[in-house]
């Protein structure tokens, strides 16, 4: 099963407008990371936050993380039509082998100009 | 090369062929990853590399599916029998050390079977 599952499915929005993408995982974590993905294109990584930091930022992302709640989120200042792909958030888990990322279903995010 | 290398781009076969896919990881990237994306779908884990060892096999969907890394960098992923169900885009990743931090991925393989 998905450890990570972001929400919304889809949003669309303007050229302009900020957009926020959800993500809740399931279980105790070492980090999470938040990938990009172009269409047709592979996954590149836009940031990582540790699981004893609240918030991160990097140019217009902001990545929140509560490790109560188990969610993170991503927000995207001032979105531009080319911040148009799929998003998706990636957990590492904490204790026995760490040695995969599980990732979520993603987010496919529409930036109309 | 600067980044991970994938080949071929893309694969269209006929169901019950044997193919075999190709990844070049970043040069010194000492951990190897291999994943599966099917349509509108999120990542599947298969298998990952530490050096030329793959510890733990268990995301292989079937004993169809075998893989193998050689000198600590080339993988190469290969799909026996194939059958519809396995078209997908099959994706590698490395990274400079095992289990942390972000995985530098290639294109993709896309493999469709007929």
């Known amino acids: 099963s998905q450890q990570g599952e972001e929400d919304p499915q889809a949003l669309s929005i303007q050229e302009g407008e900020n957009a926020t993408m959800n993500c809740s995982y399931k279980?105790?974590?070492?980090?999470l990371q938040w990938y990009r993905q172009n269409s047709g294109r592979g996954l590149v990584h836009l940031i990582l936050?540790?699981?004893?930091?609240r918030e991160k930022h990097s140019g217009r992302l902001r990545v929140t993380l509560d490790t109560s709640k188990k969610s993170s989120s991503l927000l995207i200042t001032a979105s531009r039509a080319a911040d148009t792909a799929s998003y998706f958030c990636a957990t590492e888990r904490s204790g026995g082998s760490n040695y995969k990322l599980t990732f979520g279903k993603g987010t496919l995010l529409t930036v109309n100009p | 090369g600067a980044g991970v290398s994938q080949s071929p781009s893309n694969k269209v076969t006929e169901k019950g062929k044997d193919v075999e896919l190709r990844c070049d990881p970043i040069?010194?990237?000492?951990?190897l990853y291999w994943y599966r994306q099917s349509l509108g779908q999120g990542l599947e884990f298969l298998i990952y590399f530490q050096g030329n060892s793959a510890p733990d096999k268990s995301g292989l969907p079937s004993d169809r599916f075998s893989a193998e890394r050689t000198g600590g960098s080339v993988s190469t992923l290969t799909i026996q029998r194939t059958q519809q169900e396995d078209s997908a885009v099959y994706l590698c990743?490395?990274?400079?050390?095992?289990?942390?931090?972000?995985?530098?991925f290639g294109e993709g393989s896309r493999l469709t079977v007929l």
């Open positions: 279980t105790s974590i070492n980090n």
């Open positions: 936050i540790r699981s004893n930091e």
């Open positions: 040069s010194g990237h000492t951990a």
């Open positions: 990743a490395s990274s400079l050390v095992y289990a942390t931090g972000e995985l530098f």
